[in-house]
């Protein structure tokens, strides 16, 4: 079972940027595709983008398409998420999953928010 925490959110403008990150512990790493999702007040969780295995596919949300870029780094069990252009729509608690065959896993999640 791998555990998964987030860190990196914070209060920033519009306009700005972040870079959330998600380590990992207690499974093997390189062997799940990660994946950002988000959830606003109010709103379901929605997909944000992820990455397969060995970084060679990418997806992403319409909503983020050409302002975040997801990445991961297996040498140190960790996914990114790079935020720019920062909107108060991209204002969410945004979670890091993990998921080989039927298994997900989730982080606790980090808040952004983002003032206009």
């Known amino acids: 079972q791998v555990q998964l925490v987030e860190s990196g959110g914070a209060l920033v403008q519009a306009g700005g940027s972040l870079r959330l990150s998600c380590a990992a512990s207690g499974g093997a790493f390189s062997t799940y595709v990660m994946g950002w999702f988000r959830q606003a007040p109010g709103k379901e969780r929605e997909f944000v983008a992820t990455i397969s295995l060995s970084s060679s596919t990418t997806t992403y949300a319409d909503s983020v398409k050409g302002r975040f870029t997801i990445s991961r780094d297996n040498a140190k069990n960790t996914a990114y998420l790079q935020m720019n252009s920062l909107q108060p729509e991209d204002t969410a608690v945004y979670y890091c999953?993990?998921?080989?065959?039927?298994?997900?896993?989730w982080g606790q999640g980090t808040q952004v928010t983002v003032s206009s």
């Open positions: 999953n993990a998921r080989r065959l039927s298994a997900s896993y």
